[in-house]
Nanobody, 122 residues
Framework: QLQASGGGLAQTGDSLRLSCAASGCTLSTYSMGWFRQTPGKEREFVAAIGRIGVRTGYADSVKGRCTISRDDARNTVHLQMNNLKPEDTAVYYC?????????????????WGQGTQVTVSS
């Protein structure tokens, strides 16, 4: 089971650190990804990290502002979001994939957590 946390209300330019904690599974055996979704829009890829952190990938919309990391000892994955913008407002989901290399497609992920709401005001 995956549980995302760390969302909240922020202002433009603020930072937030999202966390995804796992229970009942070992995250080190999965690539991990973050996705986001706003009402009426399709789920959007944000960032992903491969097993043992071998590779990371980011959406162009967040590149340079976000950093994904993993702490396998704590069975946790983080998404550091800096310089937040109103367009970052969304529900953020973490997901786990059995693939070694991180992917940006949602269908490549096997498990999904509950989302955490991020709201950025201007």
């Amino acid at each position: 089971q995956l549980q995302a946390s760390g969302g909240g209300l922020a202002q433009t330019g603020d930072s937030l650190r999202l966390s995804c904690a796992a229970s009942g599974c070992t995250l080190s055996t999965y690539s991990m990804g973050w996705f986001r979704q706003t009402p009426g829009k399709e789920r959007e890829f944000v960032a992903a990290i491969g097993r043992i952190g071998v590779r990371t990938g980011y959406a162009d919309s967040v590149k340079g502002r976000c950093t994904i990391s993993r702490d396998d000892a704590r069975n946790t994955v983080h998404l550091q979001m800096n310089n937040l913008k109103p367009e970052d407002t969304a529900v953020y989901y973490c997901a786990a994939s059995r693939l070694f290399i991180p992917r940006s497609g949602g269908r490549d992920y096997d498990y999904w957590g509950q989302g955490t709401q991020v709201t950025v005001s201007s």
